[in-house]
Structures are given as C-alpha cells and as structure tokens.
C-alpha cells in the first residue's frame, strides 16, 4: 500500500466498544494514486463517525470541500464545491454472506485484520458526488471563465438550425415514394 493511502487507514482493534471520529484531509496527492481520475486537484475535509460493535463497524462518512475538473465545454480546469455522505458497514467475519456480497456498502474483512484503509471508499465516494457533466457555469461558477477562444471553434463547427439542408435524392425513388403515399 502507497504512503499516501496509508494515511487514510483506521485501526480498529485496539479501539473500545462505542462512538470514536476520524478526520481527514484529502488533497492532489489523493487523486494522483489514481491514473484514470477526472479530478485533478482538490482540497476536502472527510469526517468518519466510526461506530464499533461487536462483530462489525458502522463508518458515517462526511465530506466537504472543492475539486478541480475539467469544463466539458472548453477543457479548462476549474473548481466545484462537492459534497458526499455515505455509510460503509465493515463486518468482521472469517465466512462471507453470500446474499450481502454484492453489496458495495458492506465491506467484510477477516478477525485477523486490525485496520481498515479508506483510501478508496473515500475516492470514489468523491468521484461519485460530482456532477457526470462539468462545465463552467454549474454549481455557483462563472460562465466568464470557460475560454472564449475554445468556445468560439465549438461555435464555428455547430450545425445551424437555419441552413438545414434536405439531403440529396435519387429522382427515380421518388416516383417509387408517390406510389407508396398515394397507395392506389
């Protein structure tokens, strides 16, 4: 496991029976463990409000900050605030529930385990909580900022309702089209 990822572990064995709060601070260095992310850079506070129990651990998980993705529109970066609320149940088992397997809120680890790494539940929970289209504009952003020379190209290449054209024909199909309209 990275250095990074190791920073979002929770070692649960050690703790007693009851409430306990984690924080984290999720930066750039997050996102770049991960090759194929839309988000470039970002700057999250993550509260995990792990419940322990017995035989498992129920983790509400907050988080709350911006993240830098690219516009749709023009491909420049920009910044959207997101937000995220999950719980993740651990349960703590030598044998797995067959039926809760495909579950992705349940997470089963074996009783030899004492830490659990939240490095990707948390990314992808961030992942998830963006928006699929970004575009400057959205979520309190300004329109000013998408770049007006990109825009201009995209302007240029889109097609104009007014010059649409009917598409040529072959004149012997459309003796073959009165026939079939009229229907004699």
Avoid at 4 to 21: D, M, S, T
């Amino acid at each position: 496991m990275s250095k990074i990822l190791n920073r979002y572990l929770v070692q649960f064995k050690g703790l007693a029976v009851g409430q306990h709060v984690f924080s984290y601070d999720v930066d750039k260095a997050l996102f770049d463990e991960f090759e194929a992310s839309d988000i470039t850079d970002g700057s999250l506070s993550v509260e995990v409000i792990l419940n322990k129990l017995s035989n498992m651990l129920e983790l509400d998980v907050y988080i709350e900050g911006d993240v830098e993705v690219k516009c749709d529109r023009c491909l420049e970066p920009f910044t959207i605030p997101t937000q995220f609320e999950g719980k993740l149940i651990v349960r703590i088992s030598d044998s797995v529930d067959e039926s809760e397997n495909d579950n992705d809120e349940i997470l089963y680890v074996s009783s030899n385990e004492h830490e659990i790494s939240l490095g990707q539940y948390i990314y992808e929970s961030i992942c998830l909580s963006i928006p699929i289209q970004r575009y400057h504009g959205m979520l309190g952003t300004s329109t000013d900022d998408c770049d007006s020379e990109m825009l201009t190209h995209l302007n240029m290449l889109a097609p104009n309702d007014e010059e649409k054209e009917e598409p040529d024909t072959d004149s012997r199909w459309d003796k073959l089209k009165d026939l079939m309209n009229n229907k004699n």
